[in-house]
Every structure is written in C-alpha cells, then in structure tokens.
T-cell receptor, first 111, second 113 residues
Framework: GEDVEQSLFLSVREGDSSVINCTYT??????LYWYKQEPGAGLQLLTY?????DMKQDQRLTVLLNKKDKHLSLRIADTQTGDSAIYFC???????????FGTGTRLQVFP | AAGVIQSPRHLIKEKRETATLKCYPI?????VYWYQQGPGQDPQFLIS???????DKGSIPDRFSAQQFSDYHSELNMSSLELGDSALYFC????????????FGEGSWLTVV
C-alpha cells in the first residue's frame, strides 16, 4: 500500500528472533494489525494493537508501536520454519475499519 | 472455532462473463468486508457492510456490486469480467461492537481467461 511501507524480504536462522518493521502515515489510525499469509492461503490475524498502547506481547510475538515516528514492529521470538510466510502490517484508515495494508515482508527461515 | 467461509474457492471465467462470490461471516459478526489481492500485491479494500447497509467503499469498479443479506452473509457480483480482474478475493468479518478484530477468509481465486 502506498501509505504503509515494509521491507520486502527478511531471512533469519531457525531459533533466532525476527523483527519485521512497518511505517505508516495515518496518525488517526485507531488500530494497527499484523497478518500472516502463507503461499496460496488466506490472511491470518496474528495480533493487533490499539493506538494508545506502545507494546503488546502474545506468546512469541511482541508488537512495538512508536506513535511519534509512526513505526510499528513485530518481533517473533525463537523463529521456526513454520513461520516462513509473508507478513502484512495494516492500519485502520482514519479511524475507520477499512484497512490499508503494507507491501508485505517475506520472511524466510533457514535451518 | 468457526472462521469466515468463502465460496467458491476457485473460479475460472471468460472475459465479459459474470461471477458471484459468496461469504459467510463468523457467527455474531455483523460487519463484512471485501478485499482484492492481485498477484504479488497487497490486499486492496473494495467495500464493507454493517448490519446489511453499505458502510464504506473503496476502489471497487462500477462493474462490481455487493450486498449483505438478512443472515449477514454477503455476495460480491462481478460483471463484464476483464483479464485484470484475475485476483484473490478476500472476505473478512468483524464484531463491530467488540473492537476491531477483523478476520479474513481463505479467499476465492478468480481467473479470467
């Protein structure tokens, strides 16, 4: 998406941590999301964060939000081969529930 | 747990034909969204419905229309299909009254030949 940017590729070794970054432009976004898409599959909601939070942790996933810099990150601890997929961040457009997706980051995990 | 159900999963149509995609939201979800994802692209918002009324509209072509029925399922109708309509079409649903957890279906692959 033109308003939400992500790096295209990330390659990590199994067991390491992965950090996927996202920058967005709409300061009125209420929620920010991370979705996972495996090849030929749908979009799996991983986690989301409300805009008045700066961190959310859910098992191996940690989301950090820097609202001042409009920067969102997803950290995956102990990355596994099953984590290989495309990860999309998304913002809720102007506080609505219309999502603007990032370009997606392809995460490749090697043994 | 029940998920968003889309049908058909795969569809092949010829140019200028018509296609209809169906979406069954998660039970008790009152909002339905349609997204289009072209090859190698990020999903693009098409249209959404809340309580059977259109709530928001995105980059949906005039050749496309959609509606939400009394049982909350939704249909996306696409007419005069063009080669560029070939894409993965996602339906998503959310319980508007419980925050904004938006869940997506597996998608319907449309190929126009």
């Amino acid at each position: 998406g033109e308003d939400v940017e992500q790096s295209l590729f990330l390659s990590v070794r199994e067991g390491d941590s992965s950090v996927i970054n996202c920058t967005y432009t709409d300061s009125s976004s209420t929620y920010l999301y991370w979705y996972k898409q495996e090849p030929g599959a749908g979009l799996q909601l991983l986690t989301y964060i409300f805009s008045n939070m700066d961190m959310k942790q859910d098992q191996r996933l940690t989301v950090l939000l820097n609202k001042k810099d409009k920067h969102l990150s997803l950290r995956i601890a102990d990355t596994q081969t099953g984590d290989s997929a495309i990860y999309f961040c998304a913002e809720s457009f102007r506080g609505t529930d219309k999502l603007i997706f990032g370009t997606g980051t392809r995460l490749q995990v090697f043994p | 747990a029940a998920g968003v159900i889309q049908s058909p999963r795969h569809l092949i149509k010829e140019k200028r034909e018509t296609a209809t995609l169906k979406c069954y939201p998660i039970p008790r979800h009152d909002t339905v969204y349609w997204y289009q994802q072209g090859p190698g692209q990020d999903p693009q918002f098409l249209i959404s419905f809340y309580e059977k009324m259109q709530s928001d509209k995105g980059s949906i072509p005039d050749r496309f229309s959609a509606q939400q029925f009394s049982d909350y399922h939704s249909e996306l109708n696409m007419s005069s299909l063009e080669l560029g309509d070939s894409a993965l079409y996602f339906c998503a649903s959310s319980p508007r009254t419980a925050g904004n957890t938006i869940y997506f279906g597996e998608g319907s692959w449309l190929t126009v030949v």
